[in-house]
């Protein structure tokens, strides 16, 4: 990528914004609307189970490649143990999806350490800051790395199942898997689904690794893992993380922001304006999918009242 002035444009500043990311760029433009111009400070802290398990574990693999602490040593540790119970979930299914995500912490974290294993053995540094200044846009990206060694870098990915409520219609009657097996994801009346990793790695991951590739020089990885499955994507296994794929994943991801960017000029200013540039989805809203079933109803309404909805 060629050299960009360092200035953060005039379109970012009229709407009190001073960096964007990999998340944010590929954010539908009404979410980014809401979360970034409307309600910024109050939607910052809104959490979920996926979210909140996810930055757990996170915090397990990261500590036990760096330190010399055993998986369970940092399982049991009072800062991790702090954090799990600091979560308040937002409904009942939340709840229980946390229970599950901790109750399969343990496996979750070792299929992580499976793959990182099959890395070449080195040295782990863990959520390094970058900003790089790239074509076209005018602020800079903001990213934290979550381990980047002496020869390789790479990104930690989750995959969940799904909690569901599902009484025992014969509670004296252990329910069954395929095998024959009595399930063991089971808490109360909510069972959990496991799941399979993917067998490529998601577009969106892929923009992310060409983003921090474009900072960090070292060849890339991936690692998803879910409690069940688990496997590493780098350039040898996986065209995607080659150059050419990456440089051709930025770009789509600099187009992304670049529109943004746009509507940000077209706007210059006027929160009404750019609202009316980023119409929401309402069945989103009203259905409540992943985006918006943590956020308070107030939110919600205040953000349709816009449209006179």
């Not at 999806?97 to 070449?120: G, M, Y």
């Not at 746009?262 to 980023?278: H, N, R, S, V």
């Not at 992943?290 to 107030?298: A, D, G, L, Q």
Request: with cysteine.
């Amino acid at each position: 990528m060629t050299n960009h002035p360092k200035i953060l444009g005039d379109c970012y500043k009229k709407f009190g914004l001073e960096h964007t990311s990999k998340s944010t760029a590929c954010l539908k433009h009404s979410d980014r609307f809401f979360k970034k111009i409307l309600f910024p400070k109050e939607t910052k802290n809104l959490n979920n189970a996926s979210f909140q398990g996810g930055t757990t574990i996170h915090k397990v693999v990261q500590k036990v490649v760096t330190s010399k602490l055993s998986l369970d040593e940092v399982i049991n540790s009072d800062e991790i143990q702090k954090d799990i119970d600091a979560y308040y979930p937002f409904n009942e299914k939340d709840k229980y999806k946390f229970k599950f995500i901790i109750k399969n912490l343990r496996a979750t974290a070792e299929n992580h350490l499976k793959n990182i294993e099959e890395l070449k053995p080195q040295k782990f540094k863990t959520e390094l800051e970058y900003t790089a200044w790239l074509p076209n846009v005018d602020t800079y990206w903001l990213m934290y790395l979550d381990l980047v060694g002496e020869k390789n870098f790479g990104d930690l990915k989750n995959c969940f199942g799904t909690a569901k409520l599902s009484p025992l219609k014969n509670p004296a009657k252990p329910v069954k898997k395929k095998d024959g097996k009595p399930i063991d994801n089971r808490i109360d009346d909510w069972t959990y689904t496991n799941v399979k990793v993917p067998t490529r790695p998601y577009y969106s991951d892929v923009m992310q690794i060409a983003l921090y590739k474009n900072s960090c020089q070292l060849p890339p990885f991936l690692s998803y893992a879910s409690n069940t499955d688990r496997k590493l994507f780098t350039e040898n296994n996986c065209d995607e993380l080659k150059q050419e794929n990456l440089d051709q994943s930025l770009k789509v991801l600099l187009v992304y922001e670049k529109a943004w960017q746009k509507k940000l000029e077209i706007a210059d200013g006027d929160i009404e304006k750019l609202a009316w540039l980023c119409v929401p989805d309402v069945s989103d809203i009203k259905k409540n999918t992943f985006m918006w079933e943590n956020v308070p109803e107030e939110y919600k309404q205040k953000f349709l009242d816009i449209y006179e909805l």
